[in-house]
């Protein structure tokens, strides 16, 4: 098989069945090196759901997509074979079945020695994600962690998982280091001043718009850990502004552009990306289709990430 | 206090604070007749999530709200107290805790002897709002239910309950007589044929929309069982055709047309009706807010349903 | 000069600098029959406001509007000379200020022996148009009046004259014959039942949507009283069911179709119809623009019955 | 290869690459009966383009689709295989190429003995559909053609070949016999008087929307010419109301509504069916999707049409 | 009383009635230090109304703000007691009447020593605001105002109060100290090179975009003049980009970013900040709710202004 | 004639025909000096049509245009006499009948030695307004073009002529001096490297976003080649970030700001500007309309570039 994307000046970008990047949709066993997953379930929202309809959304369009990399000089798509592997299962009324369903069904995939970029769904995927790749490493991951949010709050109206806390149940289970830990975007505000407890204990390195503008893209990456070790990359889009993400769940002002987004994934320096996520892009929320057109641009730098290693 | 809307006259419908049809934001022991509650849950859902914003889109829109029905001849708000008794604390991402935090939140309502019309909200949440009025009467209720569906269906995703299967629980559980069950602007396509099983097995009315059409407002009235006995009245928005009510989880073409449900409303003879609920309005996909100003206007039909008993 | 819109098959019906039905747009003094004039005024709406952009946006949607009536079987601009007389100036901050300049300005076309089709604007700009009108005339004129509300609503937060009350001004001031008056699409709920006796005092026709329901357009037709001298049609947009017209500042559940209308429209007997207007289209509120296209057609059946005298 | 759509209760309708009906997507060459084909091309509209991303649109939200019809009493998808067969080839910036690729791809399935049903694209793409089916039957076809226009008109600009001229051309290339033509839903305006020259002088028989209101879906069903011999059936989106067709190139007010549809395509009885068509839906200019859910269910009643011979 | 926004983790933050910041809504003579006032009038603008709206939208969205500042580490409603003063009675059609009722609504809060934020409202609503504070203070004012417009345009069709007007007036009626001005966000085009006589004859210091640029937020922030005395903070949405605030009357290109409004309000030295308002969001115009999540962030910003003196 | 634009203080800016800038729409034989041109094709597009509604939409928002151009000090409408020449004649549904009559028209005003600022449509249009203006000239053109794309791109579909090869035709057909071009926004992804070829080859000079981010402003307008003879400009605008032009056909992330396009305009040093146009904007696509008013700002700032040579 042919892990190409069906060529715009051969068929028309608007026609055929949506895949990511108009690739081949295959079965997870096929001889792709990245899969692209989707992971459509948004019930750990606590604002504005509709990240289930991402996957969909951003297929139709990952159409307007190309491979060649202006800056990089290659073409990810010869260098990767890269395929649509369909969408998880998951239970859009149970989180707890969701995530059982979700760290499964990647875990299965992992069993494979693929690669995997999930689309998500909203953030709380990201743990039971980061549960089946920490099996599959057999140690903790770093994470390069894209977000407005730091995600690392308390339990809401009595409930410890929802799409703010998956980092703090990452640290506390064990399967991310907090030192491994960079957080890109953040900024307030905040419900209290006591949210910095849980990254200030556990030495997590949060990245601050305010960091990125008074440093300087190259100052910024400059200042980064420098991370050994198999690393993971979750991106919630909703570190953009929110004029570049109109389409999320929760949206903070203040934010990164898709030009920063741009600049910082091209200066990463990962050795070695196991994983990665895109996650809380919602459609309901999106007129323009602004945020599904920046979650596809984010998907081609992370491929370009896993293809310059 | 008196429980009157703010006149339009006084002070322009687009001021203030907004609460349903204008009227005051009490707690639930104040002296009012009727309530109106927001059940703010869409956690049930199979597919277009969004019903949690209801009732504050309800809220915004009930400003466009009058009192006095021209057919009649009444002032609703001159014939009962009517009072927003704020919306019932539920879990975005627990079906369960939800259900218990809405029955119980009810059952303190109901305690006081009040009627209550709640604004939800998903069809999932009429289960725990039957559960409360059942113990509350301590009897089986009938249930006049609108809808598009018969909500008789069986577990999905291994999940008994969903937005799709009140009907069947309830019926089950005890809470409802499906004798005393009549639903109204039901139609196809279905899943399967068995899908009609459950309503044949345990007799309740099915009202289609070719029913409606084809012996009319008047005969179709007339065709109604008489329900002795306490009677709660379901209103599913998506009853309604797509154009009268776009936004909602899911759409299904053919349905009534909202001068029909307005005709249907004010013909029914129910003696004790006991509470009510309007479900499935779903705001991020009602771009005129005609699905909330129709919400609206059953939700005056339904006072006034009260008002004449 | 030929007034003829610019055929859609010589010149794309999107081209073009927009003028109502692709006529020409003219100074007032030129040889048309029917001028057709926007008034683009909103200052006397009591909810939203928005109505100021529907001359330009009729003008724009009337590029698909085309001249044959199939049932009349005639080409309405092969019987009448028809051009766009541009917009009447107004002053979007005052109403008092623009109710002169628009009767001033109507009277200046009136005083050349033209017809005037209106486009509002909201309904407040009725009443500046009968004064010109009546002062033209020289006698009461009779109205049809197409609306979901009666207008003949009392001040409102101290103001006499706003988007509720012309019909009443209309008949204080002596423009109007309340036995002349045909009201149609009237529907409830209204704020109290005080609001229907300026229509039983003045002897008004209130036709509403239950009895052309329950009459049936010919029914209704037939029970029309037979106007004698010059008569005024005023069209607001909300006699339609809000889904045929979502864009308009106050819709209301429950009211006409746009077939019905046409069927209406068509079947007026009109002897002698001096003038017209269309109000109450809010482009804002209009996503899919359908209140335009229903705008657009009303103003071709108007033309018609103006042809076909 | 099980050709069943996937279910609903198993995999969530929002999950999965789309596909006609949640449906396989194979090859040309597979065992189905009926396949579901893609024709995006909307390169001879004369107002608004859009129709290129119908098959896109269609299929995501053929996932609310059902198979069970009520009225029937049969599963569509038990009766028949039916399958995706992906999009036909065209260019969309030439009409002519567009043409031989789609008459070329049709006829290429036809040779295997397959039906087809098209999702369009602008009307214009029945024409080379039309040539196909002609040639693969040997002998003129009737048509039944659900549209608010009769499609029959002259050359626009200069050029014979547009999305309002297909039924002319297709009598005048032999392809359909005038007096095996039934055309429903159709409506003023016209452009002018001689609009109609055609539909007299060869015979078909003309059913508007006045003759559907007039003569009730019974009796209108009951005048229609019975066909005989292979028929053709093509529904532009446009012959309903543009309240249930908002997304749509050149909307017409006063049109059918969705039920009247429903029972029109229940009632037709059509002995060979040998393909069809729904063609002008835009997704650009329907924001509520609601004439995406149209076509859906239009796509539904007409592969019952194909199952119930 | 206890002055404290509900938490979105004790109740979801799409739940209950909407006020500003989740704050208890209550009566001017409560104990509150800041009240947040709705001055819901639109009567004022030259384009684009809808401002009426934006008080409602601004308590929906701020549902999602919080209150701890992380470069200022505190918690603005520990700091303050803030509530939600309602809606002030306004008039939308009379420009007149309306400016009486703010100027006395305001002035009875502010007799009774309190702080207000007014959240309009198109530009035009400041002029009384202003009044009333000048009043108050017995002094002339300083004003801080940041727009894309001088608002010192002449009048308009003949009426010297408009939303264009108030900082001419505010300084001819002694209101405000030209050389206490500072305006923030200024650009072009301008209707004529005389639009800029009146701040060159009054001294008021212009910030443009260019000078924001040029000189970076430091060096702006370092130019601006030191106020000494009662100072007035108006903040027009339209000074930014209308990539962050589409929804607005008129906006204008080349604005600022909502990161350097936070770093420019952050940056402000105010010693005795007495009021402010924010004006000209119009809901209509912001399908992604943009401009009001930046309203409500300046808000934020403001109450933090408020709580750093 | 006056070729003034209407005073905003005189006829409210909603008031009107619409027409660019709201200037005299004049027959192309007036005294005029630049003309402004409706070009209303998208038969060349790729990827989302509507680029033909954008004369209309731009001429709608260039209501809100204004003359005085604060840092150059003058008032173009002033400098120049600007009038608005109508549409150009095109067929929807052919490139190659368009692009005649592009020629011809544009031909035709040329040959009055005016100069024309034309409104697309899509980039093919550009071919044939080259065509025009090289015959005019009598010697090749410089190109100064903003775009996102090279448009330098091979035949698409077996077809040469489209939106993204104009420049390719342009230097194949001696139109234009590749070393006379320069390209200014350029970005990436490419569908492969050797996109880069024919730039390499024909010595255009590429300017990418990353160039003008990392020399500045003043730093790109400093390497930018200094071109002699007639030079035409050509603006693409989806060389803009799609959240300053959403209303596009084929966005592509990390583009220009407003502001930047705003200062390179104004920093260009073209001696001899001949004629320009702006094209990619699609109306169906810009849900908040800035599309259209970034472009009315690039045309204003256009004709200050022909007012200040």
Redesign the interface.
Known sequence: MDFKPM?????????????FFRLP?VGMNESYDVGIL?V?F?????????A??A??KV??FS?????????R?I?VFDQLKVA?I??C???????E?SYELIEKHLSEVLALDKRVISIGGDH?ITLPLLRAYHKKQGQKLNLVHFDAHLDT???????E??HGSFVRHAIEEGLVNGEGCIQIGI???????D?LEFVNKHGLQVV???DV?DKGIKGVLASLRKLEGPTYLSFDIDCL????A??TG??V???L???EV?KLLRGLEIKNLVGADIVEVSP???????TA??AV?VA?EILCLMASE
């Open positions: 060529s715009g000046r051969v068929l028309p970008r608007f026609s055929g069945v949506k895949t949709h989707g459509p948004d019930g750990g929202v606590s604002y504005r759901p509709g289930r309809f996957p969909s297929r139709e159409s307007l997509g190309r491979g060649y990399h202006w800056s000089g073409n649509d369909g969408d299962p998951t239970v859009p009324i149970s989180l079945k709380s709050y308390p339990a809401a109206w009595g409930f998982y929802h900024r307030g505000p905040l419900a209290g001043g949210d601050t718009v305010d503008r502004d929110p004029v570049y109109p389409g929760t949206p002002p203040g934010g552009t898709s030009y741009q309901p929320y999106d007129p323009s289709d602004i057109i920046t641009d081609f």
